[in-house]
């Protein structure tokens, strides 16, 4: 366990998948977790269970990123608990896809609404509470930069993530806090499984140079260095955790 006394991560989404995976590592470097969820309380305090029973210490904390004011709830209690927030992870977000020209409002309003104001309202939030020396780590996808068709509405909002990233690195000058992203590639969580062929999920796979998928702990490995120490002198950067597919 890397020596990280008292330092404290906020994780958005982390009942599951990407996020429970980043939660878990981040308490093995040796931060106490806030675990983040809107809706399964079992499964997060599955993932706090976990982190304690391995030696670490974590607080679940229900809250809609999309609420402002749950958010600053959110920030309300990690400081309650725990005394104030060293790191951000912006990872709770939802991915709905379709064509364009199919695609309903409510579908434009719910990925804008979770995915681009629920991490600008944390960035907020974050931009005025972290304690200095802080890391933001925000959650972008390698789909930016692939392209694909039916993505469209999803990475418009994580494009905007990486500008923000970028202009919050600048704005949070002098304070000895980075912000960046990460970009994973396709990986291997329920999310991306689920209603997928086994052909279909292979040629993903075989997109990439590295020819499998990534894992969650691929991309929890990637947070692990933004969030800790070697990743000190990265700031408004995004990194792409793809295995080399963009």
Do not use: C, H
């Not at 995915?115 to 789909?143: C, D, W, Y």
């Amino acid at each position: 366990m890397t020596n990280q006394t008292n330092k404290v991560a906020l994780v958005t989404g982390a009942s599951r998948g990407i996020g429970a995976a980043v939660a878990e590592r981040l308490a093995e470097d040796g931060f106490t977790v806030v675990v983040n969820y809107s809706g399964d309380a079992k499964a997060a305090q599955a993932v706090a269970d976990r982190i304690e029973a391995a030696g670490g210490r974590a607080l679940t904390a229900k809250a809609d990123v999309s609420d402002a004011n749950a958010v600053r709830g959110l920030f309300d209690a990690a400081e309650a608990a725990f005394g104030g927030v060293d790191v951000l992870v912006n990872n709770a977000g939802i991915m709905k896809l379709g064509k364009i020209a199919d695609s309903d409002d409510a579908a434009f309003d719910q990925q804008v609404a979770v995915n681009l104001k629920g991490s600008f309202n944390t960035m907020r939030e974050a931009a005025r509470r972290l304690r200095n020396g802080g890391r933001i780590v925000n959650f972008s996808t390698s789909v930016v930069g692939t392209r694909l068709e039916t993505y469209g509405i999803y990475v418009a909002t994580k494009a905007a993530i990486e500008s923000l990233t970028a202009i919050l690195s600048k704005e949070l000058r002098g304070r000895g806090i980075t912000v960046n992203a990460v970009a994973p590639g396709p990986t291997a969580t329920d999310l991306f499984l689920n209603g997928k062929s086994d052909e279909l999920i292979d040629r993903f796979a075989k997109m990439v140079p590295l020819e499998r998928l990534g894992t969650p702990d691929d991309i929890a490995s990637a947070v692990s260095f933004l969030a800790g120490p070697g990743g000190a002198w990265i700031n408004g950067q995004t990194l792409r955790a793809n295995g080399g597919l963009v």
